[in-house]
Every structure is written in C-alpha cells, then in structure tokens.
C-alpha cells in the first residue's frame, strides 16, 4: 500500500470527473443533490434491483461501470460495503464513501472494520458510518440529505466526526462561504489528518473547522497541524467528550490538575490549532480569520453609538485579556471636531448620535479611530428587524466604516451584539468588502483574542518548531507500580540538581539524636510511602526542641517504623507545584502552577508538553493567575524566577531521560524564594514501573 498512491485517490475523491452510486434511496439522494449543485461530470447509478435512480440507468454491479469512478457512494449495508470497497479497489477506482453503519462503534462491528481497512487497499475511503462529503468548489455533493450549502468559489472546509453537526453548519447564514463538507464517521482508512492535508494545499481554502470526538493518531494530527501553520491556514477545533486515553490511577495532585482537557488543550495550542467550546464561536472564528487572518496583536478600539454598547466591550474584552488603549492625541484631535464639546472622546468610543445619518461625518470620525494604528477596529452596530423597519441608516452606518476602513488600509470588523441583529444581506456586503462582519458580541472578542494568539503562535512554529508526540505508548498499566519514600524520591532530583531539603532517615528510638544532628527547628514525616502524608499524621512542622521530636515520632509508629527528619525551611515567598505526569496517547507532560495545600481548590496551574524549552516555561508562568507575585507584588521581592525555571527543565528532562518509567512526578510544594536564593523542593512524591537505576547525590537519605 502506498501512501501516495492513497494521497493520489483522495484528491480524486475530493475532486472528482465522475461519480458512482450504488444503493437504493440514499443513493437516489446523492444524485439529486450533485444535481442540484450542477456537478457536471459523469454520473453512474449501481442497484440490481432497480431500472433507475433519479432518472439515471442502472447497472447491474460495479464491474459494469464503463471506466473507474473516480469517486463512489456505498449506501447500502455493512457487509455490502466491504464487498464493494474490495471490488472498487480491483477495478481502480479512487475513493468510496462508506455511508454504513455498525463497524467498530459496536461490539460485532469491530472485526467487519478490520476487514474494511483490508479490503480497501490504495482505496482512499471516507467513514464508515459517516454521511460522506460536499466540495462546494466542485459542486460535488456525495451527501445523502438536505444540507443548506451553495457552490462557491473559495471558502473554509469543515471536517466533523458528526454527520448531523455537518449538515447543522451547512444551515448558517453568517455570511461565511463554506467550502467543503467532510463527515468522516469511524476514520477506519482516512484520519482527519489526511484530510488536513490534502485541505491545505488548496489554495482555495482559507481556513479550517474540525469538531472532534477523538483524535486516533497524535503525531499524525500534529505533523498535519504544522503543515496547515505552514501554509498559513488556520485551524479551528472543537473537542468533545472524554477521551479514554485519561482514565489512570491518580496518586498525585499533577495527576488531577492534568486532566485530559488540560492536556487537549496543551497539545492544540502546541501545533497551531485554536480550540473552541461551541458551533456559534467555531463559525464566528473562522469567518474572522477567513476574512482578516490572524491579528498581529491584542490592541483594539470600540466605536458605538452607545455607553452601554461601549461598557458591554470593555467589560468582554478585559477577561481576554484584550487592550483597548487611549486614542492617541492627533486622532482626539480629530474626533473632538467632528464630534463636538459633548462627547468625551475615549477607547471603548462611544460617538453618540449626533452625526447619525450623515455619512460624510460618520465616516470621518471612522476613519480617525480606524487609522490610528489598533490591530483592529470594532463598530458595534445592531440593526432594527428589516422585515417590519426601515434599515437605511444602518446600512449608511455601516458603508461608512466600511468606507473608512478602506481607505486608511486598517482591519476591520462589524459586529452585531446579538447574532441576529446583522441581517444576512449586510453581513454578506461587508464581507465582500473584506471586513469581518461578526455576529454575537461574545464570540466576536473571543474571536478576536484567538486571532491574536494564532498569530503568536505561528511566529513560534516559526522560529522554534515543536517536536512530534513521541512514537513510544505510555501504557497506563496499574500493576507492578513503585511509590518511592520521600527520602529516596528527593535523593533522585537532588542528582539532577534539583536543591531538596537537609535530612536523614533514622529509626524512630533515633529521630531526637538525628533532628540535634541536622539542626532545629525540624519537620518529621513518615518515612513510609505513602501518598497524602498530612492527611493520615505523617507531618508534623517546626518541631523547636528534641524532646517535641521524640514525641511526634512516637506518634507516627502505627505509620512505620522510621521516619524523615528535615531542617525547616525559610518561609517563601510564595509556593508552586511543579509535577510530571505520563498520558497513554500524548506522553510525558509537566504541570506548573500554584502548589501548597489548596493546590486542587485553587486550580491555578497550566500543562505543557515535554519537552519544554525555557522560554515555554516562563511564558507559562506568566499566565498563571499568581504571576504577580512572581513578578513582585505590593512592594515584595521579585521571585527568582531563572531558578524556577531550571528547576522546571530539569524536571521535565528527567522525565524524557527515564521514559515510560516515570508514571507521575509530584513536587508540592517547590518553596520559592526572591532572587538570587533559588528555590527548593520541600516534598516530592515519585511514582514509577521498575527498574530505575537510583541515583545518590546529596540530600535526604537514609541515616
């Protein structure tokens, strides 16, 4: 089997100079559809049991087709369908679409799906149990249903594992040209990453939607992924659902802050994808790359007739973390003479109604907001019902910002608070005129943040390409799992220069001669592993005097039989948790965020992928929320923030030495300090499959 051969047939299937049908009504419906479209190459209909299908003669069976389709539609039942697919490939026929169900998403499927991926051979095959795919551009619909899709010229693809969501988006009226339609059901033979692909070197695609279940193949989605950032395509993505690859025993906090969302998101936002929650932004964000394409930066001005319009997008606009900074002073200048001594000339603008309907002005005030150098420029403009009011001063409104925008060279959006408030007749004038007419305030500025972020995002490709998820599984196997004591857990970073605590391990008749040894004040813990020691009395701090540690170590007998003994740290500045933990489908990840006891309560953490480079870590811990107090905070000392950031990358280069070894790494809390006196690991819990070759260094060890 070859994979150019396969890529080959795609492009037929997707671009076809003829098509088949076998089957009975659905078949009748495809045909209907491509009718309807205009598609004008050859059409052949296969069913022995009927003279036609929508006027088309039938055959009999696929060996009397006159020439190989380049493209076919199975709609007939599962075992059928791999019949027909083994036919198609002898004959040499491009691509099928498997429009049956019951292959692998049911019990007795399974095997009849191995069959099919057998049978198809060079066969590019679309599904199974999916409803096939609509190419606009070829007017092309092998779709067994009513869609609200038209022939264009150019436009963005939409790829979804869904069938009904497929024909759902096809309804939209937000003057968004669809492209191309890809339901691709089970991704039995092709994965969305072959479509990606073959999409991207289109150039008549400008931009991509996917709404996915399950992403089969990580690496082959993320060498798709950059591929697309390559040509400077945007994708956008919806994932659903929960995928099985988290299901695992959870031991540490890293475990539980890494749950499989955080790692869906981290794996997207590594390769380029914009991740979206809903239909309404996954259109609305594509329309607004479509249009613009990605924004160079986050500074936006607001322009509406309204103090309630502008509030609405500062408000909005703040948790994106969008700027809206002053209008600079030759444009207030400007604006103060068109608009007059009564209108406070700000960002969010609102210019008020004095020069509504007098284009001339409008245009004018649009303009000096326009060109004064934003990313992008907004006009919140809703439009009364058209079908019981007169609109004309709206579309005035509107043609002078398009006017405006034209001719100072900015980007440009219209936005309508609600989706319904820009009729389908304007959205789709502004759009011609290459501004982004947007529909829903909301989705608007989320769109316009992740312009922003895509463009970030693609100067880091750039510059620093991510490597591929590793080849190798992490298995998530429950058996043969070591939990290392403390003592031992700190002993292994400590090798890899990682600063822990002064201790020893000692008997508990011995813990008084070891803390007067080490140095008081001391912590005590258990030196039995065990997971969640406070929870159960295996911690006790700021132990002052020996006699108080002889009687907290007697406390902890029923615990084991030895204990911990620590030299009390210096209180922090503030602390992290820093942890690693291993995924079956996306491999060794790191966990950063604030640690301490409320570490799940407060969930303030973010997910990276290893490896890491530093410049992904401070980055990543810029965005938390207590970024502040690392940077400095009401007067405190900035953190040694170069410490913490090694620690980091030490960590996660632990992790990628040991591989598939590492099942969590936990340290909570990583106690940091102002510069330049580093940080330290005040506990560490270390999870693993055996064997790990031990390291002595330094540290905690045993007495």
Not at 364 to 376: E, H, P, Q
Not at 609 to 616: G, I, K
């Amino acid at each position: 089997m070859g994979e150019s051969a396969r890529r080959r047939n795609l492009e037929r299937l997707l671009r076809p100079k003829s098509i088949a049908v076998v089957g009975g009504r659905f078949a009748e419906e495809v045909i209907r559809q491509s009718r309807r479209l205009g598609f004008p190459g050859r059409i052949w209909a296969v069913n022995p049991k009927r003279k036609s299908l929508a006027g088309v003669p039938c055959l009999a069976h696929l060996d009397e087709l006159p020439e190989p389709p380049d493209a076919v539609f199975l709609g007939v039942g599962r075992e059928a369908t791999v019949e027909a697919v083994e036919v198609l490939g002898r004959l040499g026929a491009g691509g099928a679409v498997a429009y049956a169900s019951g292959f692998a998403e049911v019990a007795d499927g399974i095997g009849l799906e191995q069959r099919l991926k057998e049978a198809a051979g060079d066969l590019a095959v679309l599904g199974p149990n999916c409803y096939g795919l609509l190419n606009l551009m070829e007017r092309l619909a092998l779709w067994p249903d009513e869609h609200g899709a038209s022939p264009v010229e150019r436009g963005v693809a939409l790829i979804t594992q869904s069938g009904n969501i497929g024909i759902t988006l096809t309804m939209q009226t937000r003057a968004l040209p669809i492209a191309c339609v890809l339901s691709i059901g089970n991704q039995a033979v092709l994965g969305v990453h072959d479509f990606l692909e073959v999409l991207a070197d289109d150039p008549r695609i400008g931009g991509i939607g996917l709404y996915l279940e399950a992403i089969p193949d990580v690496a082959a989605f993320a060498r798709a992924s950059l591929a697309c950032a390559d040509k400077r395509i945007p994708v956008v993505a919806i994932k659903a659902g929960r995928s099985q690859a988290g299901a695992r025993t959870t031991l540490a906090h890293t475990s539980s802050l890494s749950g499989v969302d955080a790692l869906i998101d981290a794996y997207l936002r590594r390769y380029g994808v914009v991740r979206v929650d809903n239909l309404a932004d996954l259109l609305e964000t594509l329309k607004l790359l479509f249009v613009l394409g990605p924004l160079p930066g986050c500074r936006i001005a607001s322009l509406s007739c309204s103090g309630g319009d502008a509030t609405m997008v500062a408000d909005l606009a703040a948790p994106l973390e969008l700027e809206l900074p002053p209008v600079p002073a030759e444009a207030c200048a400007e604006l103060s003479e068109v608009l007059g001594a009564r209108v406070a000339v700000a960002n969010p603008l609102d210019y008020h109604t004095y020069i509504w309907g007098n284009a001339a002005s409008m245009r004018r005030c649009f303009a000096a907001v326009a060109g004064a150098g934003f990313d992008v420029t907004l006009l919140v403009l809703d439009y009364p019902r058209p079908d019981e009011n007169e609109i004309d001063a709206w579309d005035l409104a509107a043609d002078a910002f398009v006017g405006a925008v034209q001719d100072v060279g900015a980007r440009g959006i219209v936005v309508a608070s609600l989706p319904e408030s820009l009729p389908r007749a304007a959205a789709e004038r502004i759009a011609a005129a290459r501004l982004a007419p947007m529909q829903g305030l909301p989705e608007c500025l989320r769109a316009v943040a992740a312009a922003s972020g895509l463009s970030k995002a693609w100067r880091r490709i750039a510059e620093r390409p991510p490597p591929l998820p590793p080849a190798e599984i992490y298995a998530d196997s429950r058996s043969e799992l070591i939990l290392l004591s403390e003592a031992k857990a700190k002993q292994l970073l400590c090798a890899r220069g990682i600063r822990v605590p002064r201790g020893a391990v000692a008997p508990i008749a011995r813990a008084m001669a070891a803390a007067r040894r080490i140095g008081l004040p001391v912590a005590l813990k258990t030196a039995t592993s065990i997971a969640h020691k406070t929870e159960v009395g295996g911690v006790v701090l700021d132990l002052q005097t020996p006699e108080a540690v002889a009687e907290a170590a007697r406390a902890m007998a029923p615990l084991g039989e030895r204990v911990l003994i620590e030299a009390m740290l210096p209180t922090p500045l503030l602390e992290l948790i820093v942890g690693v933990a291993a995924d079956v489908q996306f491999g060794p990840h790191l966990v950063i965020g604030a640690g301490g006891r409320l570490v799940e309560l407060v969930q303030d953490a973010r997910v990276l992928l290893l490896p890491v480079d530093p410049d992904e870590v401070r980055a990543a811990l810029a965005d938390l929320r207590i970024a502040p107090v690392l940077r400095g905070f009401r007067g405190r000392p900035p953190a040694d923030i170069d410490a913490v950031v090694d620690v980091i990358c030490r960590l996660g280069a632990f992790a990628l030495e040991e591989g598939a070894r590492i099942v969590e790494i936990d340290i909570n809390p990583l106690m940091v300090y102002p510069a330049p006196h580093g940080v330290i690991a005040a506990d560490a819990l270390i999870r693993l499959r055996p064997p790990l070759e031990g390291a002595h260094g330094r540290g905690s060890g045993d007495e």
